[in-house]
């Protein structure tokens, strides 16, 4: 008798599917959430690079590169993508996370009156930078895992309105 009950519950495929939904569930939600958080990653990783180096080539073709003004306009420019902008490109980002630098290049001439580099005695070149943790779209919190911070820099040699 305990034969054949233990056989027929064997045997029984009733439910298979259940217990496989219940298996295979949860890898494919994390999958999928995974690829809609990293996406989103991807992309505010894209606007942040994409402001710094737009700041960068603003500062480079100006006539006054080390102008206050130019540096605040710079680093609206980068979090806004307007001078006078108003709307973030990432949440939370603001003009206060950028960094303005500039590195003047000893350029001299040689023997001949030829330089290194193409230009002047001295080369100036500006670096915008930024360092700024994303505020993720909450799949790391439910893994228990924090949002990477991203660290982006871009460097364009001086040139002015030329």
Same mark, same amino acid.
């Not at 958080?37 to 505010?44: H, K, P, T």
């Given at each position: 008798m305990t034969y054949r009950i233990l056989r027929s519950l064997w045997c029984d495929d009733k439910g298979t599917a259940l217990i496989e939904t219940a298996i295979i569930l949860p890898v494919l939600f994390i999958l999928v959430f995974g690829?809609?958080?990293? $996406?989103? =990653?991807?992309?505010?990783?894209? =606007?942040? $690079?994409?402001?710094?180096?737009d700041a960068a080539r603003y500062i480079a073709h100006s006539t006054t590169p080390n102008d206050p003004t130019i540096k605040k306009d710079a680093k609206y420019l980068a979090t806004t993508g307007e001078i006078d902008g108003h709307t973030a490109r990432v949440t939370g980002w603001t003009a206060d996370d950028v960094e303005i630098s500039y590195a003047f290049i000893n350029n001299p001439p040689d023997g001949h009156g030829f330089t290194t580099f193409r230009g002047a005695a001295v080369i100036e070149s500006v670096t915008v930078s930024t360092t700024f943790t994303v505020p993720p779209l909450g799949f790391?919190?439910?893994l228990g895992l924090t949002p990477p911070t991203f660290k982006v820099s871009h460097q364009e040699r001086v040139i002015g309105s030329g």
């Open positions: 690829v809609f958080e990293f $996406s989103w =990653l991807i992309c505010q990783q894209h =606007l942040i $690079s994409t402001g710094i180096r790391f919190g439910i």
